[in-house]
């Protein structure tokens, strides 16, 4: 299985200062056939279901304000909050779609 | 819009089978362009893969869970369905049912959840 690892576990961010949560897979989650990192980020807020906020490491869905950025490549990636709002509160987790299982980052808490 | 919305019992006997519908409504689960995917998260913790399938037939599952899981669909109702057999307080959990995004053949991620679904599992 690819393990995916997150740092740090929580962290505590003003508002308005830029907060960086890492993530690492055991293994490279680049599929060379097409040059994609198979490496997305949520976020999850309380009693809500995650919510897709990049996919292939660096793409923003649709609709995600372009304060959430994503980068990294192989086995290293970053999520970047550039400005914190008090509604991005919330947990944070990596995904890896290169293999089954399917595997999920331990999660990173953000805090004001 | 998407919606997937996940029912079935809340509470679940130890040793008993485990069985949740996801509905989708603003699509097909027929679709060539998706996956579809149920994921588990015991309350306050993380995130765990349960399985997916494809329109064609093909289905996936963890490793970890394969032998007490089934994965099933009923195209006439646009639902799929999970059963976990021999439950234990380990799979308490919110249940979700999920689209998984493809794009020009490429994983995308996944892009639509449903609100989740409780299963206790308590004598």
């Known amino acids: 299985d690819i393990v995916m690892t997150q740092s740090p576990d929580s962290l505590a961010v003003s508002l308005g200062e830029r907060a960086t949560i890492n993530c690492k897979s055991s293994?490279?989650?680049?599929?060379?056939?097409?040059?994609?990192?198979?490496l997305a980020w949520y976020q999850q807020k309380p009693g809500q279901p995650p919510k897709l906020l990049i996919y292939?490491?660096?793409t923003r869905e649709s609709g995600v304000p372009d304060r959430f950025s994503g980068s990294g490549s192989g086995t290293d990636f970053t999520l970047t909050i550039s400005s914190l709002q008090a509604e991005d509160v919330a947990v944070y987790y990596c995904?890896?779609?290169?293999?089954?299982?399917?595997?999920f980052g331990g999660g990173t808490k953000v805090e004001i | 819009q998407v919606q997937l919305q996940e029912s079935g019992p809340g509470l679940v006997k130890p040793s008993e089978t485990l069985s949740l519908n996801c509905t989708v409504s603003g699509g097909s689960i027929n679709s060539g362009t998706y996956y579809w995917a149920w994921i588990r998260q015991p309350p306050g913790k993380g995130l765990e893969w349960i399985g997916s399938f494809y329109h064609s037939g093909s289905t996936y599952y963890n490793p970890s869970l394969k032998s007490r899981v089934t994965i099933s669909t009923d195209t006439s109702k646009n639902q799929f369905s999970l059963k976990m057999t021999s439950v234990t307080a380990a799979d308490t959990a919110f249940y979700y049912c999920a689209r998984l995004g493809m794009i020009r053949g490429a994983f995308k991620a996944f892009d639509y959840w449903g609100q989740g679904a409780l299963a206790t599992v308590s004598p």
């Open positions: 995904q890896q779609f290169y293999t089954i299982p399917l595997t």
């Open positions: 293994q490279t989650v680049l599929y060379r056939s097409n040059n994609k990192n198979y």
């Open positions: 292939w490491a660096s």
